[in-house]
C-alpha cells in the first residue's frame, strides 16, 4: 500500500517562507509523477504543482508560479514544495499526490494516492 505523509506545514506571516515535504513508503517512487494541490476552505481543491518522475518536467499553476518551486529526491522518496512570498490567499490544506501517470496528475488531476494534508495559514 501506498502512503504518503506530508509535514512542514504551519502558521506563518505574509512574506514568509515554508518547505513542505512529503515522504513516500509502500511504491515506486521513482516511477511516480508527483504533486500538489490545496484546499481553501470554501473553496474547490486546486492543483499548485507536479514534477515528473525523473524529476526533469515540472509544472507550476500559474497562481503560483515564481514564488513556489516543486522538487524531489528519489534516493530518499520525498517531494518537497518550496513556497517563498507567501500570501494570505496561499491560506490551505496542502496535499501531496502521487500517480504513474503525469497526464492524469497535471490534465486530470485525479492521482491514485494522497496524503493527509498539512495546514498553511498566512497571516497578514
Known amino acids: 500500500q501506498v502512503q504518503l505523509v506530508e509535514s512542514g506545514g504551519g502558521l506563518v506571516q505574509a512574506g514568509d517562507s515554508l518547505r513542505l515535504s512529503c515522504a513516500v513508503s509502500g511504491g515506486t517512487f521513482s516511477s511516480y509523477t508527483m504533486g500538489w494541490f490545496r484546499q481553501a476552505p470554501g473553496k474547490e481543491r486546486e492543483f499548485v504543482a507536479a514534477?515528473?518522475?525523473?524529476?526533469?518536467?515540472?509544472n507550476i499553476a500559474d497562481s503560483v508560479k515564481g514564488r513556489f518551486t516543486i522538487s524531489r529526491d528519489n534516493a530518499k522518496n520525498t517531494v518537497y514544495l518550496q513556497m517563498n512570498s507567501l500570501r494570505p490567499e496561499d491560506t490551505a490544506v496542502y496535499y501531496c499526490a502521487g500517480d504513474r501517470n503525469y497526464r492524469v496528475m497535471v490534465v486530470n488531476t485525479t492521482p491514485a494516492y494522497w496524503g493527509q494534508g498539512t495546514q498553511v495559514t498566512v497571516s497578514s
Open positions: 514534477i515528473m518522475s525523473s524529476g526533469g518536467g515540472r
